[in-house]
């Protein structure tokens, strides 16, 4: 499924989602993973930090969604589909570099913010992050605006 440019570039612009998976008892986990790279012919790169809970739910089951919210433009995705994975070792390098771009500009951002005088956090988590342990592919098979009908008719 082709993943619509408005689409694209709202998922680039937000600074992670939230990636829902099913536990073994069929019950719903919820993690955050930062998008990495969104190919428009439908694949969406998520890169995963920690070998828990997301990884063991995606060995079984390769059912996956990601959910994205704009609470100021009252805009927002969830994309479902199925995934796989690549273990460290066959992550390109160009996808790392991708992801301490990422790191690095949520770092600049909460930096800016904080001189700002508005709302951060105190310190500054990315910088504590480990490397990422394996990449995620998810293939898209649907995609859902979030966004009520009236707002949809009006973008």
């Not at 919820?30 to 190919?39: A, E, P």
Request: proline share 3%; hydrophobic share 35%.
């Amino acid at each position: 499924m082709r993943i619509p440019k408005k689409v694209v570039d709202f998922l680039g612009s937000q600074s992670f989602v939230i990636v829902s998976t099913l536990d073994k008892d069929g019950s719903i986990h919820n993690s955050c993973k930062g998008v990495v790279g969104i190919d428009k012919k439908g694949v969406i790169y998520l890169l995963d930090l920690y070998k828990a809970h997301t990884y063991k739910n995606l060995k079984s089951r390769h059912y996956i969604s990601i959910t994205a919210v704009d609470e100021d433009r009252f805009e927002g995705y969830c994309l479902k589909g199925k995934a796989e994975f690549l273990k460290e070792d066959l992550i390109e390098p160009e996808i790392i570099k991708l992801w301490d771009t990422n790191i690095t500009r949520r770092i600049t951002n909460r930096i800016i913010k904080t001189l700002q005088g508005q709302k951060s956090h105190s310190g500054h988590p990315e910088v504590n992050f480990p490397k990422p342990k394996y990449l995620i592919k998810m293939k898209v098979e649907k995609i859902v605006s979030l966004a009520g009908k009236k707002q949809r008719r009006q973008s």
